[in-house]
């Protein structure tokens, strides 16, 4: 991940014209908006990348993962119907950059990690950040019984099924975004799971993406 932490009027600009570009993709969110036009998004690449950072497209961010293109983040935290004050949990920290946009809308971000590198240099990023982010070192599919009950739950990887834990752990008329790995096993399809009530789920789903897998465990390097 880049260690330039200078954020240039140059930087700003092309921040703004993939604001304008996410918008004619159909993101209507104007918070979600605003969150991308605030978080550097520079910062959490190799330095070799900064001139393709606001392009819309996926990057390498070592241990097998990605740090996602614009518009998966901008559709998934849209998804999400985030409000200030809201607690939410992610699963994937991966490179942060989920995570911020998250904290720069005013949510309360719990994110977990399974890969012992990508953690411990994300973590070290985020502090030199101004995005209140909490990181773990866990799996995510157990959730997070000691700071549940969540309003939002987002998962940033493709899982092979609905995680029971989480869907225990969301609010009442709490969400979940989730990849879900599709029938063909070659792509997910997005899902907007809405917790009722009275308990019972509203299940909703939002065409196809790609992500890395979701892998059981802790602590892989």
């Known amino acids: 991940m880049n260690s330039n932490f200078e ?3 140059r930087h700003k600009g092309m921040r703004r014209q993939l604001v304008d570009l996410l918008r004619t993709k159909g993101i209507t969110d104007e918070n979600v ?5 605030e978080v550097p ?29 614009p518009h998966t983040v901008a559709f998934q935290t849209q998804l999400l119907e985030i409000k200030p004050g809201m607690k939410v949990f992610e699963v994937g920290t991966g490179s942060g950059y989920q995570a911020c946009v998250l ?13 012992k590198n990508l953690f411990h240099k994300t973590q070290d990023l985020l502090e030199k950040l ?9 799996d995510g599919y157990e959730g997070f019984a000691s700071y549940a009950p969540f309003d939002r739950v987002i998962i940033t990887a493709g899982a092979p099924t609905i995680p029971e834990e989480l869907i225990k752990q969301l609010k009442p008329n709490g ?14 399809k997005m899902l907007r799971i809405t917790k009722l009530a009275d308990g019972s789920l509203k299940q909703e789903e939002f065409g196809g993406f790609k992500f890395v897998p979701m892998l059981k465990g802790k602590g892989k390097d």
């Open 33 to 37: 908006l605003k969150a991308i036009d």
């Open 103 to 115: 904290a720069a809308m005013g949510a309360k971000v719990i994110s977990v990690e399974r890969q």
């Open 130 to 138: 101004p995005f209140r982010v909490k990181t773990f070192l866990r």
């Open 175 to 188: 969400i979940m975004v989730i990849p879900i790995d599709d029938e063909n096993g070659i792509g997910q």
């Open 41 to 69: 998004r520079h910062v959490f690449l190799d330095s070799s990348f900064v001139e393709l950072a606001y392009q819309d497209i996926a990057f390498p961010i070592g241990s097998g993962q990605t740090i996602s293109q």
């Open 7 to 9: 954020d240039t009027y």
